[in-house]
């Protein structure tokens, strides 16, 4: 493996399967399914060989490959993966591959289905490993508008609850359900995606270097003015896509009506695009703004924390419950991002993994349970633990996970990000973030306990039973990882722990380095 070009082989590989894809005949379902399922294992082993090669006491930016693109721009595919990479692609290729497992059963349009979730998953991982910051937004794009097609065609048709100022427009459009959810999704990211691409183009011209590399441009001197305005229009426009508050209003109803799968990478892996792209762009690269805007930043985060958590507590309907706790855990990304700390970056790349699995893990067994109820509404249901009981325990370990059970992934994300609140600048970001957390045990708890160990069913649910056959493989994967990663978190902290202090340090800014440094008759 030492001579494949492995970060391309990683990207290409769910690409290549989606193309082979459309020379199989539809009627051939198992074999959709199997080249669907090689794709994604070729991508998860090709993450696994990633992290066994990085080079821990070298840290940086390792296995590099570059290819010209369009020279006379300075584009080019120029891949490379640090620690957060490393993290990230071991999170993608687990939840693609437990995914495809999720959908092993999908009867409608299959081929399809997998062709648009392989292409997505594809630019989710050229993100993570991108150097060129044109390509990197090109991914961006390449993992964010599949979800307009596999939300508006192969999601449910439950309603959706917009009481914001635009509600009129899409009664005038007359979309509603999950044409509804597709469209303000898409139209959400794209005015982000707008944002984004100002302030590359602004960072691009003022470097004056002809060329795009995240590494010339995040070490250029920008002006405080550009780095004043660039950083708000990066912040927001990744920010949309990681649910940020206010612009998260598409991302309850996107998880609400997407199959299976979808709300596993929806959930899982795409919203930390959005958060990855504030830290890794906006904060590395615009460092001054960075630290100017980081009141805001961590003020916004803890607002997503308390009023996610809160607005999960009142909800009804299971899949919302999930998805409003998505607002509130990514809320805690953005709140260890702000604290601009050793402590709370670490803990802000460790719960985009933790969240990633947890999250994965709730939305393939909320695919379980509606498939055998037929029904989300949570105060109908009861006792679901009498007749499937396998798929109980892996739903209250999940919630366990989020709530920050020691011994569980999400305790560990969750401790970091708390301890970087309590030891930046504005300690008292971390009351609120432990708030939300005691928000999350009240919630979490209430809905597994009426959902599985309270008293039923009702003679309603006729089809209850345990999962089956591949149904067993994304619970299994994803549990074992939540246990193991939250025991021995060391496995992915290293990776983190090399890439975060450089970062910080450039992010920090230069006004501070030049304060810390020593006399020059010293140095």
């Not at 805001?296 to 985060?301: E, L, N, R, S």
Request: with cysteine.
């Amino acid at each position: 493996m030492m001579g494949v070009p492995l970060l391309s082989l990683i990207v290409a590989a769910p690409f290549v399967a989606a193309v082979l894809l459309f020379v199989i005949p539809d009627a051939q379902r198992a074999l959709v399914r199997w080249v669907s399922l090689i794709g994604a294992a070729v991508a998860l082993a090709g993450s696994v060989q990633v992290a066994r090669l990085y080079d821990l006491g070298k840290g940086g930016l390792q296995l590099a490959e570059r290819y010209p693109l369009v020279p006379s721009l300075g584009i080019e595919l120029s891949l490379a993966v640090d620690g957060w990479g490393v993290s990230l692609l071991l999170l993608t290729g687990i939840i693609i591959f437990a995914g495809v497992l999720a959908s092993w059963t999908l009867k409608e349009r299959g081929k399809e289905f997998f062709v648009f979730l392989l292409v997505l998953v594809a630019g989710v991982f050229g993100v993570f490993v991108a150097q060129d910051l044109f390509v990197f937004f090109l991914f961006y794009e390449i993992a964010v508008l599949p979800m307009y097609l596999l939300i508006g065609i192969w999601g449910s048709s439950h309603a959706v609850t917009e009481a914001g100022p635009f509600r009129f427009v899409w009664k005038l459009l007359d979309i509603g359900g999950r044409e509804y959810a597709a469209m303000k999704l898409t139209l959400m990211l794209l005015v982000g995606s707008a944002f984004i691409l100002v302030a590359i183009f602004a960072m691009y011209v003022a470097a004056g270097a002809r060329t795009f590399d995240m590494q010339v441009l995040g070490s250029h001197p920008y002006s405080r003015d550009l780095q004043l305005w660039a950083f708000p229009f990066l912040w927001l426009g990744f920010g949309s896509l990681g649910g940020v508050f206010p612009f998260h209003t598409w991302s309850p109803d996107g998880h609400a009506s997407a199959p299976t799968a979808v709300s596993m990478l929806h959930a899982g892996v795409l919203m930390k695009l959005g958060a990855f792209g504030v830290m890794r762009v906006g904060m590395v690269m615009l460092p001054e703004g960075a630290e100017v805007w980081a009141p805001w930043v961590g003020g916004v985060a803890v607002i997503n924390v308390v009023y996610g958590a809160l607005s999960a507590m009142s909800q009804k309907d299971l899949k919302y419950i999930i998805a409003y706790s998505s607002v509130s855990h990514m809320g805690i990304v953005m709140l260890g991002a702000a604290t601009l700390t050793p402590n709370g970056w670490n803990g802000a790349i460790y719960q985009m993994f933790a969240h990633g699995i947890m999250t994965g893990l709730f939305f393939a067994l909320v695919g379980l349970v509606y498939e055998r109820a037929h029904s989300r509404h949570v105060p109908g249901m009861g006792g679901f633990a009498k007749t499937m009981p396998v798929v109980a325990v892996f739903f209250t370990l999940a919630g366990l996970s989020s709530l920050g059970l020691p011994g569980t992934a999400g305790f560990v994300a969750e401790m970091l990000v708390f301890i970087g609140a309590w030891q930046s600048a504005h300690w008292w970001w971390a009351l609120p973030g432990i708030l939300g957390a005691f928000i999350t045990a009240v919630y979490v708890l209430r809905a597994v306990r009426q959902i599985f160990w309270g008293p039923g069913p009702s003679e309603k649910f006729h089809d209850l039973s345990d999962a089956t056959r591949t149904e067993w493989g994304a619970p299994i994967i994803l549990g074992t990882c939540i246990v193991v990663f939250g025991c021995y978190p060391v496995i992915v902290l290293d990776f983190i722990d090399k890439a975060t202090p450089g970062y910080l340090q450039q992010a920090k800014g230069t006004l501070r380095l030049l304060a810390a440094a020593p006399p020059r008759g010293e140095r």
